[in-house]
């Protein structure tokens, strides 16, 4: 990793687990990514500049409706991508992990490539693995399911072919 994004990282990574950032973030940073999706096909994404970057697209748990959210990934080692239901520390689960947990089989794209996937919980007894492996990282990212009062959900997006 270049040593910028390395600096850039130790100065954003406390930022984000401040309230402010936390209240602001859920709105502004989907917005901004919606911008960049538009402006560069999918291309480009904000979050990517520190971290690896995907868009998930689901089934809508009760929809149906395809759905689409910009998530930070973690990839395990064994060309599957982690991601976690953080929701920036909010008390309720984000809707995606509903609609991956009534519709595993889901889309992701990275940089715009597109791969179908098949969205695995991860099993109670490697959850503490696995935050070791995203912590990695993103130091401090556990710090959103403390602070949350509930069990993340996370999930290993397994490639289909």
């Given at each position: ?47 990517a ?19 689409e ?24 689960h984000?809707?995606?992990?509903y ?63």
């Amino acid at each position: 990793m270049p040593r910028t994004v390395e600096l850039v990282r130790a100065v954003v990574a406390p930022l984000t687990r401040t309230p402010v950032f936390r209240a602001a973030a859920p709105v502004i940073l989907p917005r901004v990514e919606r911008l960049l999706a538009r402006l560069t096909g999918r291309r480009v994404q904000l979050s990517a500049l520190l971290v690896p970057s995907l868009v998930l697209r689901t089934t809508g748990a009760r929809s149906g409706a395809v759905r689409e959210t910009e998530l930070m990934y973690t990839p395990d080692g064994h060309g599957r991508a982690i991601v976690a239901g953080t929701s920036f520390a909010r008390q309720r689960h984000p809707a995606w992990t509903y609609n991956l947990l009534a519709h595993p089989d889901a889309e992701i794209l990275v940089r715009g490539r597109a791969m179908r996937v098949r969205a695995l919980p991860v099993a109670d007894a490697d959850r503490d693995a696995v935050w070791a492996l995203i912590e990695r990282q993103w130091p401090g990212y556990r710090g959103y399911e403390r602070e949350s009062g509930r069990v993340v959900r996370l999930f290993r997006l397994q490639p289909v072919r």
